[in-house]
């Protein structure tokens, strides 16, 4: 299993920007897809991101595309989310995971998730 740790989250104003990390350590495969998912309270956790293993794909829900870009340094096992243009309702915790199953999109295929960084846009 990978161990993955997500940081970065916090408090910003609507229209700022957050960075949040997810750095994988233990036992890893070199192919393995990485996404960003998010749960707000009362709602159902969502898709946000996806990056494969190599950093060629990604994919993005569409009410984040355009503002958000997610990337992967392979030499420090870590996946970035960079969030610009943030808006109230972007408030979720959001999570990170990681699946081998090469696909993208579905919550079911992700096997190993990090504890989850809140991140609150206020208006």
């Known amino acids: 299993q990978v161990q993955l740790v997500e940081s970065g989250g916090g408090l910003v104003q609507a229209g700022g920007s957050l960075r949040l990390a997810c750095a994988a350590s233990?036992?890893?495969?070199?192919?393995?897809?990485t996404g960003w998912f998010r749960q707000a309270p009362g709602k159902e956790r969502e898709f946000v991101a996806a990056?494969?293993?190599?950093?060629?794909?990604?994919y993005y829900a569409d009410t984040v595309k355009g503002r958000f870009t997610i990337s992967r340094d392979k030499a420090k096992s870590t996946v970035y989310l960079q969030m610009n243009s943030l808006k109230p309702e972007d408030t979720a915790v959001y999570y990170c995971?990681?699946?081998?199953?090469?696909?993208?999109?579905?919550?079911?295929?992700?096997?190993?998730w990090g504890q989850g960084t809140q991140v609150t846009v206020s208006s």
């Open positions: 233990g036992r890893t495969f070199t192919t393995y897809v």
């Open positions: 995971a990681t699946n081998y199953k090469d696909t993208y999109r579905d919550y079911d295929d992700y096997g190993n």
């Open positions: 990056i494969s293993w190599d950093g060629s794909i990604t």
